[in-house]
């Protein structure tokens, strides 16, 4: 157990449905990052949280919004679905203390929008 | 803007002969590189930082940065070595940001 853990593990949901994917960073870690890994354009940068505050925004949908609650647990929503958003979301987290040691990641949520 | 480029997308060895990954870098400021590994689509792991200068599993990388290079190496190729292999770049030790850029991967299949 690498210390992030992420549910759902699958989500399988209609087009233009509305879900959320949850995240727990690994104690002590206090940033959040969302990736998302599809076939076609390997792993793509969503977003991040600091501390409860957003610090980096990647190519992260206008349908798509996260936030990180003060319990530093992160939750990405996907609105809107659309059959190209199928993907497999994987959420990382590390210390964020100004050296940098590496992400630990989650095992990711696969979602299938049908 | 950062960049990380890993020309390969497939690459097959032999087991027993060496392996190299490429990876070659953009940034204008001083970087810190990580190569991740992942195994039939699960989680990603982190198997090395440039600035540990550490082997892990066999596998070394040195980063160059004259030719901004940062390619992974391993002698002896072995079957569970079979992964994808992203680089990553950071753009150093900025509090509270430490966003990594990836490369998009390369498959490094180990032939019997």
């Known amino acids: 157990d690498s210390g992030v853990t992420q549910t759902p593990k699958h989500l399988i949901t209609a087009t233009g449905q509305r879900v959320t994917l949850r995240c727990s960073p690994r104690?002590?870690?206090?940033?959040v990052y969302w990736y998302q890994q599809s076939l076609d354009q390997g792993l793509q940068f969503l977003i991040q949280?600091?501390?409860?505050?957003?610090?980096a925004k990647g190519n992260i949908l206008e349908r798509f919004s996260a936030q990180q609650f003060p319990d530093l647990h992160s939750e990405l929503n996907l609105s809107s679905l659309e059959l190209g958003d199928s993907a497999l979301y994987f959420c990382?987290?590390?210390?964020?203390?100004?050296?940098?040691?590496?992400?630990?990641f989650g095992s990711g949520t696969r979602l299938t929008v049908v | 803007a950062q960049r990380v480029t890993q020309p390969e997308k497939l690459l097959s060895v032999f087991k027993g002969a060496p392996v190299e990954l490429k990876c070659n870098y953009s940034?204008?400021?001083?970087?810190?590189l990580f190569w991740y590994v992942q195994y039939s689509r699960q989680r990603l792991q982190l198997l090395l930082r440039?600035?540990s200068r550490e082997s892990i599993k066999g596998f070394t990388a040195d980063l160059n940065k004259g030719e901004t290079s940062f390619h992974l190496k391993k002698p002896f190729a072995q079957e569970e070595d079979s992964a994808m292999y992203y680089c990553?770049?950071?753009?150093?030790?900025?509090?509270?940001?430490?966003?990594?850029?990836f490369g998009t991967g390369t498959r490094l299949t180990i032939i019997p």
């Open positions: 104690s002590g870690d206090l940033s």
């Open positions: 949280y600091y501390n409860g505050e957003e610090r």
């Open positions: 990382a987290s590390s210390v964020g203390q100004g050296v940098n040691y590496g992400y630990t």
């Open positions: 990553a770049l950071s753009e150093g030790t900025n509090f509270g940001n430490e966003k990594l850029t």
């Open positions: 940034y204008s400021g001083s970087p810190e």
């Open positions: 440039h600035i």
